[in-house]
């Protein structure tokens, strides 16, 4: 493993990147501005929760593969392969991608660069984004032609992400023709190649539009079941029981067809919009118009529960008591970007209920974005007092709950299963109101 690879950024991305090819034996550099993100790394803690990754960073840390910094000029001088995976997140006030951290990036490393490398873009970016980057690469490192760009998008879903990086189920080489960079990206992930690994080697441009249009067409889906959830609702028909019909239908499939509160997170609602922002920008606004009916159908679904909750407890939030079980945008994360479960939760207060909200692993992160709400160390003392139960961010502990271990301590048995991942039967036979989105 000749190849010693850097990784700037060192968030939910970057750090996952950076301890999997650790773990495939590479020595990596993690680069960040954030000194106090790379002391946390450096000893052996990952800040933020997902599965499995911090004993890999431990066990790689240790091993002397895997050290964290925030010089440009020693990553530059240490690394042949430089991965950029820094956020690109929704501008304040507009749909369009800020694409503030990975120009600096770009600025701060290419006067460093003096001799052959390859810079490899992993951050999701608006396509024409690696021709901009190259054409500066060429410009103002002192190698020129020798740093080469190429576009490598990343698949990772929360919550399985080393699994995802160490076992992905395809691999995307965007590179310009005659270049070095296939021949190194094909050497830097023979590991993954060696087991069968599909690759699909494009130009740059598409290897920028995959992980858009992936995420294009997962939140279409999505917005397509739950577009038929409001038609189930008016109709008196059960959402859960048509997808059940329609995931035997090969063509379709069952995954990503589970009707409920909708998406959020940091990737799938800023994607999109950033998408439909690039297409304007090239003129070809009109063949993405569709997405902005998926976002329209996904914030609907917010409100929608918002009016079940208040169904259900008769009418008005006044003097009521909601509990709210999850604050993550989807479980095994503690990741609250975008997070439906806090968008509902802080419209009820401001409608005048009071919330009380516990989830697993993001109770932290949501204390500090949302100190107007209430929390609790448990899902029992979340519900006790409840007017209703609103069940939100689908986590195991939740899904596994006895109906009977929290029916004692709530003031009304009324429970909103927000994503269709209950069992009504155990709940009502419970005697337990059930009420779900898109089901009679």
Known sequence: MSHRLTVFGTGYLGATHAVCMAELGYDVLG?????????????????????????????????????????????????????VCVGTPQKAGEY??????????????????????????????????????????????????????AWNPEFLREGFAVEDTLRPDRLVFGVRDGGRAERVLREVFAPLIEVGTPVVVTDLPTAELVKVSANAFLATKISFINAMAEVCEVAHADVKKLSEALSYDTRIGGRFLHAGLGFGGGCLPKDI????????????????????????????????????????????????????????????????????????????????????????????????????????????????????????????????????????????????DGRNALDPARWRDAGWTYRALGRP
């Open 273 to 416: 919009r950033a998408f439909m922002a690039r297409a304007g920008e090239l003129g070809v606004d009109q063949a993405l118009s569709f997405l902005r009916e998926v976002d329209a159908i996904n914030q609907r679904r917010r409100a929608r529960m918002v009016d079940l909750a208040r169904e259900l407890v008769g009418g008005s939030f006044h003097e009521m008591r909601i509990a709210v079980l999850g604050a993550a945008f989807k479980p095994n994360s503690d990741d609250i970007r975008d997070s439906p479960s806090l968008d509902v939760s802080s419209t009820i207060h401001r409608s005048g209920g009071t919330v009380t909200v516990y989830d697993p692993a993001a109770m932290d992160n949501a204390r500090r974005l949302h100190p107007e709400l209430r929390y609790a160390d448990s899902a029992v003392e979340a519900a006790t007092g409840a007017d209703v139960v609103l069940h939100l961010t689908e986590w195991r502990e939740f899904r596994d709950m006895d109906p009977a271990a929290i029916s004692g301590v709530v003031r009304e048995r009324r429970i909103v």
């Open 96 to 149: 369009a991608a800020d694409m503030t951290f990975v120009d600096s990036v770009v600025t701060g490393l290419a006067p460093h660069l003096t001799r052959e490398c390859v810079v490899v873009g992993k951050s999701t970016v608006p396509v024409g984004t690696a021709a901009r980057l190259a054409a500066r690469l060429a410009a103002e490192a002192p190698a020129g032609a020798g740093v080469e760009l």
């Open 31 to 83: 680069v960040d501005v954030d000194a106090a993100k790379v002391a946390t790394l450096a000893g052996g803690e990952v800040p933020f929760y997902e599965p499995g990754l911090e004993p890999l960073l431990r066990k790689n840390v240790d091993a002397g593969r895997l050290r964290f910094t925030t010089s440009y000029a020693e990553a530059a001088a240490f690394g042949d392969v430089h991965f």
